[in-house]
């Protein structure tokens, strides 16, 4: 007997959008008033030169550095205190739910209604983002169990490509028919693990989550279809981005020290000078391995991390400077929301595509990794 792998489509998406909103103004206000404090504190050290003062950040500094305007947080109030300068969420009892399960389940519940699927339906969770509130039980059982779905779920983390990733594990268990449904959620509290008080990178982050749906493209009813025709994964060492926190912190002679790279660390001018060129190149060879010509795909979904990273990518892939609308930013919103961000665009960006048209999801981060998704409108 000869077993036939089975078509997968992305039959729904959800987005969930915290009300909290910081705006590059608000920043730059409480980040030079923590600078103030600062250098006030250590005036006679800077006038000795033993310490550098602490610049100031500026509106105009971030928007061309990233083209973010805003972004949306779980948390306001902490972030913008000068003394506390981090969200502050309350405490919970292990009876309750996390709050990245109900940051999931509201976009879960979104792609559902959208991809016309109940629970009993869903087969499998995974929650796939950059950083998770716990290292078990895993987030996505506990989403699997407060949506009450059986089967099965589980955690896993690539960071800012962990969405792409997730995509490829549920498009292959679909595949071999191990499963028919698959819900993958992208919860990001980035705000949290994002260093406030870092000029270079105080504005980069913000928080959301995802969800999409897929499904086996036989048992698939939505109106809003995309056929996965293929997928593609790469990663390299890179410690360029990284962020050293974890349960052996405590175990370490330094290890409950407030040191800087127990929170996200990047060097933005090699990602820049290494990533975008590797994820260019992996789109098009991509492509044309499974005979899609890349200058004629009519969407390119990329990671939300940099304007300028997104516009160079784009230009490259499609041999031109691509249309506002063939490349959608939505980083003057949202921020980098991580595994979220090319979600989002894809969830924001995708009703006016006709019936034939080709795109991609691509995500790349820290890793370093690259995840592409090639799909074509139904």
């Not at 003062?53 to 947080?73: L, M, N, Q, T």
């Not at 509201?106 to 929650?127: E, L």
């Not at 679909?174 to 693990?193: A, F, K, W």
């Not at 260019?280 to 940099?306: F, S, Y």
Request: net charge negative; charged share 25%; aromatic share 6%.
């Amino acid at each position: 007997m000869v077993n036939t792998l089975r078509d997968v489509v992305i039959s729904g998406s959800g987005v969930f959008t915290p009300p909290e909103v910081i705006t590059n103004d608000e920043l730059v206000e409480v980040f030079n008033a923590y600078a103030d404090k600062q250098n006030a504190l250590h005036a006679d050290a800077i006038a000795a030169g033993e310490v550098e003062a602490i610049p100031y950040s500026d509106v105009d500094f971030i928007f061309k550095a990233s083209g973010i305007e805003r972004r949306h947080v779980m948390d306001k109030a902490g972030v913008l205190d000068p003394d506390v300068m981090h969200p502050r969420l309350r405490q919970r009892s292990d009876d309750e739910p996390g709050i990245m399960t109900e940051m999931a389940v509201d976009a879960a519940r979104q792609a559902m209604t959208n991809a016309s699927v109940d629970p009993t339906q869903i087969d499998a969770v995974i929650c796939a983002a950059s950083n998770h509130e716990r290292a078990y039980p895993a987030i996505a059982i506990e989403v699997q169990e407060a949506l009450g779905i059986d089967g099965f779920g589980y955690d896993m983390n690539v960071a800012c490509s962990s969405a792409t990733f997730g995509m490829q594990n549920a498009v292959d268990m679909i595949r071999c028919g191990s499963v028919d449904t698959v819900l993958m959620v992208n919860p990001e509290i980035c705000s949290g693990h994002l260093e406030w008080r870092d000029r270079d990178c105080h504005f980069i982050f913000g928080d959301v989550a995802t969800a999409v749906i897929l499904q086996a493209k036989e048992l698939a009813t939505s109106d809003d279809q995309f056929e996965i025709l293929s997928t593609k994964l790469l990663t390299q060492f890179s410690n360029n981005i990284r962020n050293n926190n974890g349960f052996l912190r405590r175990t370490r002679p330094d290890g409950l020290d407030d040191r800087r790279d127990m929170q996200f660390m990047q060097n933005g001018r090699q990602v820049f000078k290494q990533v975008v060129p590797m994820v260019a190149e992996m789109v098009i060879v991509h492509c044309e391995d499974e005979g899609v010509d890349p200058t004629a795909l009519k969407r390119l979904w990329l990671h939300q991390a940099n304007k300028a990273m997104n516009d160079f990518i784009g230009k490259k892939v499609l041999g031109r400077t691509p249309e506002p609308t063939e490349q959608p930013n939505i980083l003057q919103e949202y921020a980098n929301t991580s595994s979220a961000g090319s979600i989002i665009a894809f969830a924001q960006n995708h009703d006016d595509l006709e019936p034939g048209d080709l795109a991609i999801i691509c995500s790349f981060g820290a890793g370093y990794s690259v995840g592409n998704v090639i799909v074509k409108r139904l």
